[in-house]
């Protein structure tokens, strides 16, 4: 059980020995550059 965790985490972070460019901050997190408002 441990491992499946600890492969799924891996998969799906993000680890760069530089900041992400726009490009790629906006194919990852599109909500940030969005103009409406979400609702939370």
Avoid: C, W, Y
């Avoid at 499946?4 to 726009?22: K, V, Y």
């Amino acid at each position: 059980m441990t491992r499946l965790a600890s492969r799924f985490g891996a998969a799906n972070s993000i680890r760069r020995d530089r900041p992400l460019t726009l490009e790629e901050l906006f194919r990852t997190v599109p909500s940030v550059f969005s103009e409406e408002k979400h609702e939370s």
